[in-house]
């Protein structure tokens, strides 16, 4: 942020899922990466330039709230326990933050991350503007946050990492959990439920709403509804990542319900994990995701006219971006405290290099229709993705989620047990 600047970060609001009862509370990333608080009604402030560096807006202890809705970290908790040098009370940052930014050089804030804050912070700047002039005028610049806050939650420090693998060891218990209880007949639900009991007795949640996707279900990229049946023969493709401490996995696997791929299913999952070593060959240092997606469709392109479901040579087949019926999702993005975590790609078109610190998603996958396709008709509805986690080190990258069972014969045997 430089001298004389001051941040402010908002915690995200609640939701009310139904009648009176509320989606369980995430935190907003920022404020949890910042600050460590987890609690909504926070208002978090950053300066450089006064003596307090950290000062928080939160929850008082009150002994009847906290009856009806939890313990609060309270005032008291937010020195003690976060570092910050002062707290208040939430309903006083509008009443204390004029004076708080009164002649600061430089305010950061992500405007547009939530309006209602933005509405209220323009208010007590106009209110600023128009009071007398000695009690300071309101800063002079402001800054997107997003800049400098997520340039920063790109790179992960060896903490974070801890944590990230801590995550991708509890993924992996759970998807070896399905592996071992896959069997033809138990619904969707069924698989969703043990990766959920995983998470949840090794003291994590999941990171993004699992997809558990029989057959074709798979070729619907976020599909939700998981409530069909795992037929014999069939395939069933299972993405969820167990987040600790607010960081997640993002793990995909595919695997034979009753143990044995198809002829069909086994080239489909053949070429996707082809094309998959293909770009981990390519995570490392100065590599771009595009230039990562480039190959891994490359790939998956060659398969496909392989497999009679393109024709024409691979170079046609990319200029035209053919390709994309099959393989319509990006190969990699970041993942961190989201899972799809923050940072920029590129700057005015230009890609951005890896460097050594990113971690990234490698997830190349084919979803063949089950209509309108040329090409053998038992390659229609196979759906198949496989997903791994790699930070980016200065030699390469180091799989964090290479635990996981991916080699389709080991595959087979734990499916089929
Ligand atoms: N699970 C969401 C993704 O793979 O990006
Ligand atoms: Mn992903
Ligand atoms: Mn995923």
């Known amino acids: 942020m430089g001298p004389d600047a001051l941040a402010l970060v908002p915690a995200a609001p609640e939701h009310t899922r139904n009648g009176d009862a509320g989606y369980a509370y995430r935190a907003d990333s920022d404020l949890l990466y910042l600050t460590g608080h987890t609690e909504p009604d926070a208002l978090a402030v950053i300066s450089t330039a006064s003596e307090q560096d950290f000062v ?8 009847f709230a906290e009856t009806w809705s939890g313990r609060r970290l309270g005032l008291e908790g937010a020195v003690a326990r976060l570092g910050a040098a002062a707290a208040h009370p939430f309903d006083e940052w509008e009443a204390l933050l004029p004076a708080m930014l009164a002649d600061v050089g430089t305010l950061y804030v992500k405007l547009g991350a939530q309006p209602a804050f933005d509405q209220k912070l323009v208010a007590l700047l106009g209110a600023m503007r128009s009071r007398a002039k000695w009690k ?7 800054e997107d946050l997003g800049e400098p806050l997520h340039e920063l939650r790109l790179f992960k420090s060896d903490a974070e990492l801890a944590l990230l693998e801590r995550a991708a060891h509890v993924t992996d218990l759970a998807h070896r959990a399905c592996m071992s209880e896959l069997r033809p007949g138990m619904k969707e639900y069924e698989l969703q439920a043990t990766l959920e009991y995983q998470f949840r007795k090794h003291g994590c949640e999941p990171g993004y709403v699992p997809i558990v996707a029989a057959d074709a279900n798979a070729t ?43 002829a069909a299913q086994r080239d489909v999952y053949d070429l996707v994990l082809k094309a998959q070593a293909a770009a981990l060959a390519l995570c490392k240092p100065g590599s771009t995701i595009p230039q990562i997606h480039a190959e891994t469709s490359r790939v998956l392109a060659q398969g496909l006219i392989d497999l009679g479901l393109l024709t024409g040579d691979v170079d046609e087949v990319l200029r035209e971006g053919k390709q994309r019926r099959y393989y319509m999702h990006g190969t990699n993005h970041y993942l961190g405290l989201d899972v799809h975590d923050v940072g920029r790609y590129g700057h005015k078109g230009k890609p951005r290099p890896l460097e ?56 087979e045997a734990r499916c089929a047990r």
Not at 56 to 63: E, G, I, N, V
Not at 238 to 259: F, K, S
Not at 356 to 371: C, N
Not at 387 to 398: C, F, K, M, N, Y
Request: no cysteine; glycine share 14%; net charge negative.
């Open 56 to 63: 928080l807006f939160l929850r008082p202890r009150d002994a």
């Open 136 to 142: 300071g005028h309101p800063p002079g610049r402001i």
């Open 220 to 262: 619907v990229l976020h599909y939700h509804q998981g409530r069909d049946a795992l037929v014999n023969g069939g395939l069933v493709l299972i993405d969820a990542g167990a987040e600790h401490e607010g960081y997640t996995a993002d793990v995909t696997r595919t695997l034979p319900v009753g143990g044995a791929f198809s």
């Open 356 to 411: 050594p610190g990113m971690v990234i998603t490698v997830e190349p996958g084919l979803y063949v229709p089950q209509e309108g396709v040329v090409g053998p008709e038992a390659l229609r509805g196979v759906g198949v993705r496989i997903e791994d986690d790699v930070l980016i080190t200065a030699s390469g990258h180091r799989n964090l989620t290479a635990a996981t069972p991916k080699a389709r014969e080991e595959i």
